[in-house]
């Protein structure tokens, strides 16, 4: 069996092509990100609203988007709903719908626990003061619940990146896909999913302490008093 | 394309079997790769709690590695890119249960230790005056009150092994997603088949979620509030 | 010291339980223009309890609150959304009217002193910024704070917060002023600063209802001392009358206390 030699050069001859997939990477996980943090506000609110169906409705879609797999909804969007609907979806939009809805399952729960996380006596004062619900909650509970949300946003998002790696099998050119591409041409799988993962692990770990260091900053002013 | 007729489930039900089939595997293979992967992560959890520098170095790159990591990246690379460097050609479940384990003993070596750095100090105090060996303390002291923190985690963690073993469909792992995928071609019925496959996949979560709530009963010995049964136990970040 | 002003907050027949424990049970109590009045008693007797059913922090399970010409009640109907609304709203105005300092004084650490007091001036009383801040000045100046005035609450003592709760209330210029048990969260030496703005404000005629252990004070600044235990009044009357109390139980209680 002849011994098989590494070609790293694979990886710079193809560079380019390689953070382009990246990028595609990065924007759908940011696009992923942005439909999670608005959706998943909606339902967070509608889960802590009064009125019970609401809150059954948020409580069901979240566990529904948290039991099921990315994959299977990514192909359920992209495949099952365009079929049935007689809708096109893009692999980038079906991947974005698809990330942008787990996504805001993790979300409502992260605001769901920073709101609860901000001291109930804070809520009271508001209240014996005379604001109603709506003002308390945008003048004084909100502003202390962001400071506790950021942390855990982040790892949301890190969440998505992750998830972001399989939306090439509906045919997003991301950097798996151009990897996938060139290693079938060039027997170079090995190589090129090494640099990828490598890619990943960096940037995981740099968002970490990237939030570490958030987290260090933000102790200021959201102490008990 | 054409819109096809209505809803019809009737290709699913013929199906029935096959997709059956591919269920079984996919619990399978989660309930092994979890096994493997609570045994690799209370080494890696001691290991990084030991005194020994290399080893708790070793152990941190360790979890670094494999929570930074994607299944997606990590199989492709396990499988294809393995095999065709270091000649090492694996069946495609053993890939899939291997790299599961793998990823997932980066999770839960880092729930092992906090649970177990969790308990008091006071106790470990408490239990070395009376003189009991380091030993004893983990098994009667430390171990129970960290078991109690760990359950729920690892039950996350299964739950997520159980979601993630469908992403094995892309190296030709026979389970649920790969027999939908083929079914849903062949009958062109995509939305009935994935439907049928999310429900399947989100019966087993609430399932083994049901499971766990038990398990985290009896282990306690407070009465735990039933009300919100069938429901996912914490705010777990995802970690696929 | 007989207060002859008319009643201006009445407590009607006030009953609350948290699960089954009965925490209040039937309590009335006239609160009249000017008067201070100090529930003392032992813990979990209902006085934090009481006081929060005033302004509907916590919501009486039945019973009535008669204050500016109107009797308050908790909804008996939690279904309909347009008058459940329209009861918070009116509640938001009753509140106004009403002030309350707590014991774990709850001011806004992501806000400055100015701006914890501001905050009420300019939604509530819809006073313009420049207005806001000008009366800001001068309630926090009062309780001895004019040169904390841009601080964040993390860089306050404890007793200093608890004054920029006191003027944060103060600011609404309330008709009733409620205080929770003010002092208890204090280190010592701090109290004697926050009980002698509330004595201040007694002198000045505010009407005021105070939950407190300091029986010092109580018996100094009180114009009637109500004694409450297990959800019931069981003695109230101006502070001689307690020299040598009537029932065996508040006679217990001060014996306790007073040692």
Redesign the interface.
């Known amino acids: 069996m002849t011994k098989y030699i590494f070609d790293w050069g694979i990886i710079r001859d193809n560079f380019g092509a390689l953070m382009n997939g990246l990028k595609i990477t990065l924007y759908i996980a940011f696009a992923g990100l942005t439909i999670a943090l608005i959706l998943g506000l909606i339902v967070a609110l509608m889960r802590l609203s009064r009125s019970r169906t609401a809150s059954w409705i948020a409580g069901s879609f979240t566990q529904l988007m948290r039991g099921i797999p990315l994959l299977v909804l990514l192909y359920w969007i992209y495949y099952g709903v365009a079929a049935e609907l007689n809708l096109n979806f893009s692999p980038f939009s079906a991947g974005a719908i698809a990330l942008g809805l787990t996504g805001s399952a993790y979300m409502a729960e992260v605001y769901r626990g920073g709101l609860n996380a901000v001291d109930p006596g804070q809520r009271e004062a508001a209240l014996a003061m005379g604001l109603r619900r709506s003002q308390a909650f945008a003048a004084v509970i909100f502003p202390q619940a962001v400071r506790i949300i950021i942390p855990p946003t982040v790892n949301v998002f890190v969440g998505l990146l992750k998830g972001a790696t399989i939306v090439s099998v509906i045919g997003v050119t991301d950097m798996l896909y151009v990897a996938q591409v060139v290693s079938l041409r060039t027997f170079t799988p090995f190589e090129l999913y090494s640099a990828a993962g490598v890619v990943l692990v960096a940037i995981t770990v740099a968002i970490a302490g990237f939030s570490w260091s958030l987290e260090c900053h933000l102790g200021r002013g959201g102490n008990r008093v | 394309?054409s819109?096809?007729a209505n809803?019809d489930l009737k290709p699913v039900f013929d199906s029935f079997g096959l997709l059956m089939h591919g269920f079984g595997l996919a619990m399978y293979i989660a309930a092994v790769s979890i096994i493997l992967a609570v045994a690799l992560g209370i080494i890696v959890a001691l290991m990084r709690l030991s005194s020994f520098a290399p080893a708790r170095w070793l152990a941190f790159a360790y979890t670094?590695?494999f929570?930074?990591?994607?299944?997606?990246?990590?199989i492709?690379?396990v499988y294809?890119?393995?095999a065709?460097?270091?000649?090492i050609n694996l069946a495609p479940i053993t890939a899939g249960i291997v790299t599961l384990a793998l990823l997932n003993s980066g999770y839960l070596s880092e729930t092992f230790r906090s649970g177990i750095l969790a308990v008091d100090r006071g106790q470990v105090e408490a239990a070395t005056a009376i003189g009991l060996s380091k030993a004893q303390i983990f098994r009667s002291v430390v171990g129970p009150q960290a078991l109690r923190k760990i359950a729920p985690a690892t039950g996350n963690q299964f739950?997520d092994a159980i979601?993630?073993?469908?992403?094995l469909?892309?190296i030709g792992v026979p389970e649920l997603?790969h027999e939908?995928?083929r079914l849903?071609q062949y009958y062109?019925?995509?939305?009935?088949?994935?439907?049928f496959?999310?429900a399947l996949?989100?019966l087993a979560?609430?399932g083994v979620s049901y499971l766990f709530r038990i398990l985290e009963r009896k282990l306690s010995n407070k009465t735990v509030e039933s009300k919100r049964f069938?429901?996912?136990q914490t705010?777990q970040?995802?970690?696929? | 010291m007989q207060n002859r002003k008319p009643s201006i907050l009445e407590v009607r027949n006030i009953s609350k339980s948290f699960g089954t424990t009965k925490v209040l049970d039937g309590v009335d109590l006239n609160i009249h223009e000017g008067e201070v009045v100090v529930v003392i008693g032992p813990s979990g007797s209902g006085k934090s309890t009481l006081l929060r059913c005033i302004n509907f922090i916590a919501a009486p399970d039945s019973g009535s609150i008669w204050f500016e010409n109107s009797e308050w009640k908790t909804p008996k109907s939690k279904r309909n959304p347009i008058a459940l609304r329209q009861h918070e709203r009116e509640l938001a105005g009753m509140r106004a009217e009403i002030g309350m300092v707590f014991q774990h004084f709850n001011v806004f650490p992501h806000l400055t002193a100015c701006q914890n007091v501001t905050l009420g001036l300019r939604k509530v009383v819809h006073l313009s910024k420049a207005d806001a801040e000008a009366k800001a000045h001068d309630y926090l100046n009062r309780v001895g704070l004019a040169e904390k005035f841009h601080e964040y609450p993390e860089h306050l003592s404890g007793g200093q917060k608890q004054r920029v709760a006191i003027a944060r209330a103060l600011a609404l210029e309330p008709k009733v002023m409620l205080f929770d048990e003010a002092t208890s969260a204090l280190d010592p030496e701090l109290i004697s600063g926050v009980l002698e703005e509330m004595r201040k404000l007694a002198l000045a005629g505010m009407t005021m209802v105070v939950v407190t252990h300091e029986m010092r004070f109580a018996f100094q600044v009180a114009h009637r001392v109500v004694f409450m235990d297990q959800g019931r009044i069981i003695e109230q009357g101006p502070p001689e009358q307690f020299r040598n109390p009537q029932e065996p139980r508040t006679r217990a209680f001060l014996n306790a206390i007073l040692e």
């Open positions: 394309m819109k096809s809803f670094q590695l929570r930074g990591l994607a299944l997606y990246v990590l492709i690379w294809f890119g393995l065709v460097a270091l000649n739950v979601k993630d073993s469908a992403i469909s892309v997603m939908t995928q849903a062109f019925r995509p939305f009935e088949f994935y439907t496959a999310g996949y989100f979560v609430l069938f429901s996912f705010s970040i995802p970690n696929n």
